[in-house]
């Protein structure tokens, strides 16, 4: 009515002089409707998009370029990534270390020792060292050898050789027996570790369906708009048909101008449905362009995106114990729940392995060698003779490498050390606190199996309820068409009025809306389903990789 109104005091004012506008009386001039009316150009679509730009996109090709591009997938691929580096960091422990030393040092003090074995009244001592090691965790039992080849050059007045060459080679191992045996920090780290990667991989999945799935209800939101507002332009034609007929059986007087400008304020409002699809449309592609854009200075932005896939009734027949099977198969949460109780198992069997004593076994071999020049000392008559010496020492640094790894001279030990907390506790609450975790784990995969129940139970639902709606919305669809085309030729005949053939224009609109909503609502919900039992990828025949299996440098 507030339409009505407005539309008749605007043609009042458009035809009554501005000077002194009189009240239009009753049997005044007959109203006119403005040519405005009929002759206004609507635009294609709105700003912001390139016209000759047009992007036909099927369903796949919409979903693959969000794989390609999407920001929210390369985040999840990166967090695999990031894991991956996590468990080389932890196996880095493990790296075996390689060291060295070469130090030279030079030594002159006074003699005042009798006993010293030197004549001069200082001694001097000058040394060469330069060793060797190699160290590695042994990362099989949590054990830790090291190798040690010490070699040093001594040049010294008070020994019997002059210079003598010092190499040693000591090999040790320690290995626990019991706490840190089966699993330590550094084995529990990468263990934890090579379940989060399999945790950022499923989640990594779970975020390419989620995305892929909220991909497939924008593209049918895009068909939706699309197709309503072709929509609300057939209705547009059809009230612009009805105000013609109008205007042309009042020129003629067989109908009251009052009906030709009911049927222009239809058009008007019809006009307006038409403009709000238009942005809804737009409001559509920038929904789905903003799924699948690198980022703000894609070309995709002023591309008119036009969906291609066909919109229809596809058949899904699945029964409902089978795709509660489905889900529990292939549910990411599932597999996540999985994931967490094993990474709790690794927790208590570290921390009860704690709660130990520490009991390590220790060994170690050691072989030594000397070779060198004989040192000369005066007799007492003065006379330089050589110092009493083994003639199985006297030689240069071969001699002593000999000496060395002939066996001569070896040191070893073998020992346990024991260390027994008297009451561990803190050993013990982390165990505790491992135990109770696993059972509040239990406690949550339970309630996501009933969570799943759920989502699967409502998706097949709506699934159902789509098609039944579909089913009657296209039978109310064509009843409307029958109403309309009667309405029409009743009206020709003189028999009906202009607001009934405009209440039905109206209704066949509402009609051939809901049809096409139900359908959409129907491919949505088929999309949701994909959704709730997982198969999102094997439907639509995607293979993703997350870089788990790929190596890092």
Do not use: C
């Not at 009860?352 to 076994?361: G, I, M, T, Y």
């Amino acid at each position: 009515m507030l339409i009505l109104a407005g539309a008749l005091t605007s043609v009042a004012a458009a035809q009554t002089p501005p000077a002194s506008p009189p009240a239009v009386p009753p049997s005044g001039p007959p109203l006119r409707v403005q040519p405005s009316t009929l002759s206004q150009v609507m635009p294609n679509q709105l700003g912001g998009v390139d016209a000759d730009k047009v992007v036909r996109w099927t369903l796949r090709d919409a979903v693959l370029a969000a794989l390609q591009k999407n920001p929210d997938i390369e985040v999840a691929r990166q967090n695999v990534r990031l894991a991956q580096f996590d468990i080389l960091a932890a196996q880095g422990f493990y790296d075996p270390l390689a060291s060295s030393t070469l130090n030279y040092n030079s030594q002159k003090t006074p003699n005042i020792s009798q006993f010293s074995g030197s004549s001069e009244n200082f001694l001097q001592n000058k040394s060469l060292t330069y060793n060797f090691g190699y160290s590695q965790p042994v990362e099989r039992t949590g054990g830790n050898y090291q190798i040690n080849f010490n070699n040093s050059r001594i040049t010294s007045n008070t020994s019997s050789l002059a210079t003598s060459y010092n190499p040693a080679l000591t090999a040790t191992l320690t290995q626990p027996l019991m706490r840190n045996f089966a699993i330590d920090t550094n084995r529990h780290l990468i263990q934890i570790a090579k379940k989060k990667l399999d945790l950022s991989d499923a989640q990594f999945r779970q975020q390419v369906i989620q995305i892929i799935t909220t991909v497939q209800q924008a593209y049918w939101d895009l068909t939706f708009a699309i197709r309503n507002e072709e929509i609300q332009r057939d209705a547009l034609k059809l009230a612009e048909t009805q105000l013609r007929n109008n205007q042309e059986q009042a020129k003629v007087g067989t109908l009251a101008e009052l009906d030709a400008v009911t049927a222009a304020t239809q058009v008007e409002t019809v006009r307006q449905q038409v403009f709000q699809a238009m942005q809804t449309v737009a409001q559509a592609q920038d929904t789905l362009k903003s799924l699948t854009v690198q980022g703000p200075a894609d070309e995709l932005w002023t591309a008119n995106l036009v969906p291609v896939e066909s919109f229809e009734l596809k058949p899904f027949v699945l029964p409902l114990n089978e795709a509660l099977n489905l889900a529990l198969a292939n549910r990411p949460e599932v597999r996540e729940f999985a994931l967490q109780k094993q990474m709790n198992e690794v927790d208590v069997k570290f921390f009860r392995n704690q709660a130990k004593p520490e009991v390590d076994l220790i060994a170690a071999y050691g072989l030594v060698g000397v070779g060198g020049s004989a040192a000369t000392f005066p007799d007492q008559n003065g006379v330089p003779q050589l110092a009493n010496v083994s003639p199985s020492f006297v030689g240069g640094y071969g001699t002593a490498l000999s000496n060395l790894f002939s066996n001569s001279f070896p040191t070893w030990r073998v020992g346990v050390n024991v260390s027994l907390p008297l009451r561990n506790r803190t050993a013990l609450a982390n165990l505790g606190s491992a135990l109770e975790t696993g059972q509040q784990l239990d406690t949550q995969l339970r309630k996501q199996l009933q969570t799943i129940e759920v989502d699967v139970r409502s998706a097949y639902h709506a699934v159902e309820a789509a098609r039944l709606r579909y089913g009657a919305a296209r039978a109310a669809r064509e009843y409307a068409e029958q109403q309309l085309l009667g309405e029409q030729e009743k009206f020709a005949v003189g028999l009906s009025t202009t607001f009934l053939v405009l209440t039905r224009q109206n209704d066949l609109s509402q009609a051939r809306g809901s049809e096409v909503q139900a359908l959409t609502d129907y491919n949505k919900a088929i999309a949701a389903l994909q959704l709730a039992i997982s198969s999102t990828l094997t439907d639509n025949s995607i293979q993703i990789q997350s870089g788990k299996d790929q190596p890092i440098h």
